[in-house]
């Protein structure tokens, strides 16, 4: 299991082939540490810091 790269938690599921979902911060992220943004419809939009 994936750890989040933005809380470090292992509250994580696995969503898709590379895709997983943080259910602490409420964001999904992939194996390229790309972090999501889930919006109220369901699209996702990329996390830049
Ligand atoms: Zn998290």
């Given at each position: 299991?994936e750890?989040?790269?933005?809380?470090?938690?292992?509250?994580t599921?696995?969503?898709?082939?590379?895709?997983f979902f943080?259910?602490?911060?409420?964001?999904?992220f992939?194996?390229?540490?790309?972090?999501?943004?889930?919006?109220?419809?369901?699209?996702?939009?990329?996390?830049?810091?």
């Amino acid at each position: 299991m994936e750890n989040c790269p933005l809380c470090g938690g292992k509250q994580t599921g696995k969503v898709g082939n590379d895709q997983f979902f943080c259910s602490n911060c409420f964001v999904e992220f992939n194996t390229q540490n790309k972090i999501f943004e889930i919006n109220e419809d369901g699209t996702l939009t990329e996390l830049t810091f």
